[in-house]
């Protein structure tokens, strides 16, 4: 638990982030979510999928609040994104684990667009929400898997994990 509890703080942070650091918005998004993609991956390996879970829910209203998801309710989007992300991983084995990446860009991209047409968004603005929930989701699940490994190796090495 505690684990997962500074997992989630270090996400949160760094999410904060966004409003300091003088990045373009592309950057941003990328290294910010690889990192919260991180957090999740190591809360998963290190804890439990109950803990990560709730860091899955707990990381979009953060986001939302603040400032940096400007439609709230994507929140359930992005929480079952997440959620499907450490779950697949979890039951990933070998190569399958090239599978949660995908998965997540797949629920991110088909939940914003069912939340964009509940909503009645602009055909323009739903369309544009379902790329920047897609493609860029995908790019930071991937990296942020890729990092985890090797931070996870690193931790082992050291003795600091199991």
């Known amino acids: 638990m505690v684990r997962a509890a500074v997992l989630l703080a270090i ?10 650091l003088p ?9 910010i979510g690889s990192v919260v993609n991180l957090c999740l991956c190591l809360s998963l390996w290190t804890g439990s999928l109950k803990f990560t879970a709730v860091s899955c829910l707990l990381l979009p209203v953060f986001a939302w609040l603040q400032g940096h998801l400007f439609f709230w309710p994507l929140i359930p989007v992005i929480f079952l994104g997440n959620f499907v992300y ?11 684990v090239a599978l949660p990446p995908v998965l997540k860009a797949v629920v991110l991209w088909s939940g914003t667009g069912l939340t964009a047409g509940l909503f009645h968004l602009p055909a323009q603005m739903k369309q544009v929400l379902m790329v920047y929930m897609a493609v860029p989701q995908w790019a930071t699940a991937a990296i942020g898997l890729v990092l985890a490994f090797f931070v996870r190796r690193a931790l082992q090495q050291r003795g600091v994990l199991s």
């Not at 942070?13 to 300091?20: A, K, M, N, S, T």
């Not at 990045?23 to 290294?31: I, K, T």
């Not at 450490?86 to 399958?96: D, E, N, Q, R, V």
């Open 23 to 31: 990045l373009p918005p592309v950057a941003s998004m990328l290294l």
């Open 11 to 20: 996400a949160a942070v760094v999410q904060w982030l966004r409003l300091l």
């Open 86 to 96: 450490c779950l697949s991983l979890k039951m990933a084995a070998g190569w399958k």
